[in-house]
């Protein structure tokens, strides 16, 4: 166990993995294990805190790059890693934290999404964001949309859309 522990704090340093549902149940569980046995061997107690330990930096190492990710996410960014790749708990957080910064940065920007300015683009590249509007925009390369002129212009001078004049 103090093995396979060390081995995915490592990979987790540099980027989120997949790893077993289970695992901080299994923590969890040696944990307790250790608890009952480190009054009879000194070896136990060490045993015992370096799984502590490990157990805490590899929690703290995935719930900084999820709390990153759901800010990436609603900010209109890709995240770095597969939703997949979280336990079941850890995907539950993830949701929950991007609704909550959605919700809060829709609250901000209420008053300037009533009178928002919209563009007519068409899209030069595949792209998922989150708009200025609080809305979610899955656009595909030669998509027509209209969007939130703050949006459509960084998107415009990023080169990923084009603006569509209308003559009439």
């Known amino acids: 166990m103090l093995e396979e522990l060390i081995v995915l704090v490592d990979k987790n340093r540099?980027?989120?993995?997949k790893i077993d549902e289970s695992i901080y149940e299994k923590l969890r569980k040696k944990i307790e294990e250790l608890?009952?046995?480190k009054e009879e061997d000194e070896r136990v107690a060490d045993e015992l805190r370096t799984i502590r330990r490990l157990q805490k930096k590899l929690f703290e190492l995935r719930t900084g790059r999820i709390i990153d990710a759901a800010w990436a996410k609603v900010c209109g960014q890709e995240i770095s890693f597969k939703e997949d790749d979280l336990t079941s708990a850890e995907r539950?957080?993830?949701?929950?934290?991007?609704?909550l910064i959605g919700d809060f940065r829709r609250e901000v920007f209420e008053e300037k999404r009533a009178c928002a300015e919209k563009v007519l683009v068409r899209m030069k590249k595949d792209i998922e964001i989150l708009g200025v509007d609080g809305k979610r925009y899955k656009l595909r390369r030669e998509d027509v949309v209209t969007l939130p002129a703050e949006n459509a212009e960084v998107l415009i001078k990023s080169g990923m859309a084009e603006k569509v004049e209308v003559k009439g």
């Not at 539950?92 to 609704?99: A, H, T």
Request: proline share 0%; glycine share 0%.
């Open 14 to 17: 540099i980027q989120l993995t």
């Open 35 to 37: 608890e009952k046995m």
């Open 92 to 99: 539950n957080f993830f949701k929950k934290l991007v609704e």
